[in-house]
């Protein structure tokens, strides 16, 4: 996987992940842990928050878990 250069960040990124329950997750969590070994930028902005559930396409749920766990005030 190839990423765009990433530009300092202002803030803290907070991002969710979603992983389907039944699959087998391990390629998705050893290509998680790659990026964000591999990036001081990832290691020191972001926070990845994961979300095993059965359910498909739930957007606002997936934002509502990054929003919470932010690591600012604002909400």
Request: overall charge positive; glycine content about 2%; aromatic content about 10%.
């Given at each position: 996987?190839?990423?765009?250069p990433?530009?300092?960040?202002?803030?803290?990124?907070?991002a969710?992940?979603?992983?389907?329950?039944?699959?087998?997750?391990?390629?998705?969590l050893?290509?998680?842990?790659?990026?964000?070994?591999?990036?001081?930028?990832?290691?020191?902005?972001?926070?990845?928050?994961?979300?095993?559930?059965?359910f498909?396409?739930?957007?606002?749920?997936?934002?509502?878990?990054?929003?919470f766990f932010?690591?600012?005030?604002?909400?």
């Amino acid at each position: 996987m190839t990423l765009p250069p990433l530009h300092t960040p202002t803030g803290p990124v907070s991002a969710t992940v979603h992983v389907t329950q039944g699959k087998n997750p391990s390629e998705l969590l050893a290509a998680l842990d790659k990026l964000y070994t591999s990036s001081p930028l990832m290691k020191r902005y972001v926070d990845i928050h994961l979300v095993y559930d059965p359910f498909d396409r739930q957007f606002n749920m997936w934002r509502n878990v990054a929003k919470f766990f932010a690591r600012t005030e604002v909400r």
